[in-house]
Structure formats: structure tokens, C-alpha cells
């Protein structure tokens, strides 16, 4: 077995997931300098990291980051990982 999928394919953790999704919070972020998938990994990697973030979302091509909190995001460190990761975060989007 070991999937999270009970007998008739529902998935058991669909009502835990939703809770915390009522409780985040999506910031979206400028940030500057990605060009490809390892970009992508690194962003990903450094950001998700940091306590309270619950998910990260790389747009290459737009130059965004949607970084989701359970609540308030801590801006300075996620632009501290940002820039621990080789980019510059400019701002919110």
C-alpha cells in the first residue's frame, strides 16, 4: 500500500490539506536574475525551507515567486533566501 489513497480513491488527506489552505496566506514576489529550471529548484529549495511556508511557486518566464504562508510572510527572510539562492527578490508583485 503506502499511498495516501483509501480503497474507493479518495485521498485521506484532502480534509487536513484544505485547513491549511483556509489558514495561508499567498504573497507573490518580483524576483530577478532566473532564467531556467535550475532556478526554479534553487528558489524553491531555499524558500521552502524557512519556517511557516507551507508551499512555493516559481514563474520563470513571468519572474514571479508565490510563496504561501500560514499567515503573515516573513519578507525579510524570504528575501534573505532569495538571495542566499543567487537572485534578487525586487519587491511584491
Known amino acids: ?3 495516501c489513497c483509501t480503497p ?3 485521498c485521506s488527506t484532502t480534509e487536513t490539506a484544505a485547513v491549511a489552505v483556509a489558514d495561508s ?3 507573490v514576489y518580483a524576483v530577478s536574475g532566473m532564467t531556467c529550471g535550475h532556478c526554479r529548484t534553487a528558489i524553491t529549495k531555499s524558500v521552502g525551507a524557512l519556517d511557516g511556508v ?7 518566464d513571468g519572474g514571479l515567486v ?3 504562508t500560514g499567515g503573515e510572510p516573513d519578507d525579510a527572510a524570504i528575501t534573505a533566501a532569495v538571495d542566499d539562492a543567487g ?3 525586487t519587491g511584491r508583485a
Not at 54 to 60: A, L, M
Request: hydrophobic share 35%; no cysteine.
Open 87 to 89: 537572485y534578487e527578490l
Open 25 to 27: 496566506t499567498a504573497t
Open 54 to 60: 507551507i508551499s512555493v511557486d516559481v514563474d520563470v
Open 1 to 3: 500500500m503506502g499511498s
Open 8 to 10: 474507493d480513491n479518495s
Open 66 to 68: 508565490t510563496v504561501t
